[in-house]
Every structure is written in C-alpha cells, then in structure tokens.
C-alpha cells in the first residue's frame, strides 16, 4: 500500500503546467512531499504523481473545469516517487503565464484527516464503477 505522507499545516504545494498538463514549474513543498527533485519534474506529465485510487472521473471534472477558464477544487491522492502517497486539498486554475502562454496553476495544502475518510470512500466507489 505504500508509506502515507502527512503534509505538515504550513506545507503548500504549487505547480504550474502549460495547457497540456506538462510541469513547468514545480515548488520545494511539493518536491519534497512527491519525493522528485526539480529537474526529475521539469518536463514531466503532472501526471506522474497520479495514484492508481484516484477515479478516473475526478480528472476529467478537473480537465472540463479548467479548459472552460473555471477554478477546480477537490481532494487528490497522488503517489509519492518511492511508492508511497499523500493526500491534498487542491485548487487549480487556468491563467497566462509570464511569457503570453496559457497554462494551470495548481495549490495544494494539507486534508484534513474527516476529508480523507469521506473522499478515500467516495473514490473506491467511483472506482468500483469504472
């Protein structure tokens, strides 16, 4: 099942990817929590920190949300490098970046252990019916 990660009350994890969810930025909170050094990240599919108990479908709510120009927000389990996980309350949003492209900005901070215990079921459900 891997090691959980418990985000601390101060951690705050940013990334941001061009449009098509490619990592361009990444801060020290999330490298530290995901395990991956800057470099390891940079070029990257954000999706390399998807973990196999996230359902499908929360994604794709995440993709039509942004790709209109809405803010998501929702819990995500992602996987840490070394086969682990953690758990994040996320908020992502389309904005233009410095250089005149678009792309998403995504914060995440820690989940409360109530939030983790609904989404954990509510997700295995959702998975059941893939």
């Known amino acids: 099942m891997g090691k959980e990660t418990i985000l601390d009350e101060y951690a705050f994890l940013v990334s941001e990817t061009d449009e098509k969810g490619i990592i361009k930025f990444a801060n020290n909170d999330f490298c530290k929590i995901a395990e991956y050094s800057l470099d390891e990240l940079m070029g990257k599919p954000h999706n390399m920190v998807r ?3 996230m359902p499908k479908i929360a994604f794709k709510d995440l993709w039509d949300t942004v790709k209109k120009g809405d803010i998501w927000t929702g819990y995500v389990k992602n996987a840490t490098k070394n086969g682990g996980y953690y758990w994040v309350y996320a908020t ?3 904005f233009e970046s410095c250089d005149g492209s678009m792309g998403y900005l995504s914060c995440r901070k ?3 252990e109530q939030e983790i215990e609904v989404y954990e079921k509510l ?3 959702l998975i059941a019916k893939e």
Do not use: N
């Open 51 to 53: 973990h196999k108990d």
């Open 92 to 94: 992502v949003y389309p």
């Open 123 to 125: 997700y295995k459900e």
């Open 110 to 112: 820690k989940a409360s």
